[in-house]
């Protein structure tokens, strides 16, 4: 199975600070697409950010942006400014060469932002 | 706006009890999913669609069926519900770009 590992269960920063969230994946497709996906404590979960595997500038939403190391197979995700809104579950996702394909998840990262 | 709803929020069921999830979205698109959202383990594809009386299992179809009778409309059939079934439900709905959630329903089976 093609898996997306999140190796941090939790992670936690101060508002106003930097933090970094970790996501590697396996695949043996050459063209495919990572996402970062985000659900607030019980609302809805929204899509971040996207990035497409034949990129290779990292993409940047705002406060958002990622470190895509396509060899490595790694797709990290940034946060800058951290704010109190930003708490929440955080997934990395892979899908095919079609990026609305089906999804393979990451196991979550839950993000603590500290006032 | 993009919107996928599902029919409960939080749904209590017994063992046995035949459970029907609705997800319903408003977006005319043709790919539909039945994720299952556990701790620790993400989220895992139950089944999906990408057309009407069309379905194809996802990761973890066991114990579980579907129906898609309209375009909008994805429904998730527990047969028999039994505990190990307790979790959170995610439907989505797919453009071409990426995948809409809709809230969730956490099941639990007592």
């Known amino acids: 199975a093609q898996t997306v590992t999140q190796s941090q269960p939790e992670m936690s920063v101060q508002e106003a600070e930097t933090v970094t969230l970790s996501c590697t994946y396996d695949?043996?497709?050459?063209?495919?697409?990572l996402f970062w996906y985000k659900q607030p404590p019980s609302r809805q979960m929204i899509l971040v950010i996207r990035?497409?595997?034949?990129?290779?500038q990292n993409a940047t939403e705002n406060r958002f942006s990622v470190n895509f190391q396509k060899a490595a197979k790694s797709f990290s995700l940034k946060i800058s400014d951290s704010q109190l809104g930003d708490a929440a579950m955080y997934f990395c996702?892979?899908?095919?060469?079609?990026?609305?394909?089906?999804?393979?998840f990451g196991g979550g990262t839950r993000l603590m932002v500290k006032p | 706006d993009v919107k996928v709803t599902q029919s409960s929020r939080y749904l209590v069921k017994r063992t046995g009890e035949k459970v029907f999830l609705e997800c319903v979205q408003d977006?005319?698109?043709?790919?539909m999913f039945w994720y299952r959202q556990d701790p620790g383990l993400g989220l895992r594809l139950i089944y999906f669609?990408?057309?009407?009386?069309?379905?194809e299992k996802g990761d973890i179809p066991e114990g579980y069926s579907v129906s898609r009778e309209k375009k909008e409309r994805f429904s998730l059939i527990l047969e028999s519900a039994s505990t190990n079934q307790t979790s959170m439900y995610l439907c989505?709905?797919?453009?071409?770009?990426?995948?809409?959630f809709g809230p969730g329903t956490r099941l639990t089976v007592t």
């Open positions: 989505a709905s797919r453009s071409r770009t990426e995948q809409y």
């Open positions: 669609s990408y057309d009407v009386k069309m379905k």
């Open positions: 695949t043996s497709e050459s063209d495919y697409y």
């Open positions: 990035q497409e595997a034949y990129k290779q």
């Open positions: 996702a892979r899908s095919g060469n079609n990026a609305g394909n089906m999804l393979t």
């Open positions: 977006m005319d698109h043709e790919n």
